[in-house]
């Protein structure tokens, strides 16, 4: 055991060695040389746990996801010799790997369709196809959401720190190239599918020789059960999952792995009252207060941990139970992590209270608010992010004063 142990070791001591030589622009074919004279084979779960330490070791997310594509040209021999599981219909990776599937048909006739600019059927199909594609965000919203923040629970970080950064350099190229077709811009879309399409590809390898054999490995049957059971909310890409995996899981234990937080534990005696600085509530009270609130409500803690989330009939941005007790750093892509540690530094040395920031998206004008909270001696106690869509309220015009007029 001890060897086999001593044997891992230094050949992950290699993999890293050779990571480093990589960031440090050594030549790709005499690294691949190397690993071929060094290493015989490697897998999906030490390639993500040589990511996992170089990050822990310093080397920003941001270089370990400009050297991705060329790692995984590397070890792609050894990648693509190594048995992947077939999982059964309703298993969350047998459904990723299916939209995997749908998705690259969908992309496959979406070049087939730019190869037939600039006559206008081809412009039509251009455009249906890539509506059709756009439903890839949808397994990229889930992995960021479900399936990252179980795998930082058993200490893996490396995929939302550089995977998350590559669904949105493939976000920004979507928005560039449904503009480009827009304005019947055959030029520029010759420019941007074939980096786009070759950034959705390998990502699909990433996914199903890295990603996926890694979470197999580290997550248990009650944790992909949750990961299924929220998945609905935020939808999947242009496939309907099976419902033939029906593991054997306790309901507590999949109360447990969703986060024994993510429900109020019954501490108060049934019709207790909540003792509030102006009235008191029962719990349930207070929860139907929240949900009924016209703004999404998330508190982060004085640890930045997600601790709560208004569960609205409309959110404006995905939030699942799976990010109770998640960093909040980790709640967002790496390239704008400093953005929310100088704001949440700022509210915890009092340099400010409050920071306001506005967007637009789908026809809808998003305020994003964030509040320090504390207490009554002014220690920092955590932040509100209150977000709300104020294209209604932008459009006001006039007065209403009858209740008549607002039921009409």
Known sequence: MSEYINNATRRKETLKGLI????????????????????????AVEIAQMEQELIDEGLPAEDIKALCDVHVAVFQQSLDAQEVPEMTPGHPVHTFKYENFAAGEVLTLLEAAVRDLPSENGWTRAQMHLEQLAELDKTYRRKENLLFPYLERHGVSGPSSVM???????????????????????TQVAEVLPSMAEAIRQMFYKEENILYPTALRVLSDAEWVAIRDQSDEIGY???????????????????????????????LAAGAQLPLDTGTLTPEQVNLVLKHLPIDVTFIDETDSVRYYSQGPDRIFDRTPAIIGRSVQNCHPPQSVHVV???????????????????????????????????????YRGTIEVTQDIAPLRALEGERRLLDEALK
């Not at 480093?20 to 897998?43: P, T």
């Not at 920004?172 to 827009?182: G, N, S």
């Not at 242009?238 to 501490?267: C, K």
């Not at 320090?372 to 002014?378: L, P, S, T, W």
């Open 164 to 186: 998350w950064g590559i669904h949105d350099d493939i976000r920004a190229q979507f928005k560039t190239l449904r503009r480009a077709i827009d304005e019947r811009d055959q």
């Open 20 to 43: 480093r030589d990589l960031h440090a622009g050594g030549d790709v074919d005499e690294i691949r040389e190397r690993f071929g004279r060094l290493l015989r084979d490697v897998s």
């Open 341 to 379: 540690n100088e704001l949440l530094e700022a509210f915890r040395s009092g340099e400010r209270s409050s920071a306001e920031f506005w967007i637009q998206m789908a026809g809808k004008f998003v305020l994003i608010r964030y509040y320090a909270v504390r207490d009554e001696e002014g220690r």
């Open 237 to 267: 890409c242009l496939i309907r999952p099976g419902d033939q995996w029906q593991p054997a899981v306790a309901a507590t234990s999949v109360a447990d792995v969703a986060g024994a937080e993510t429900a109020a534990p019954a501490v």
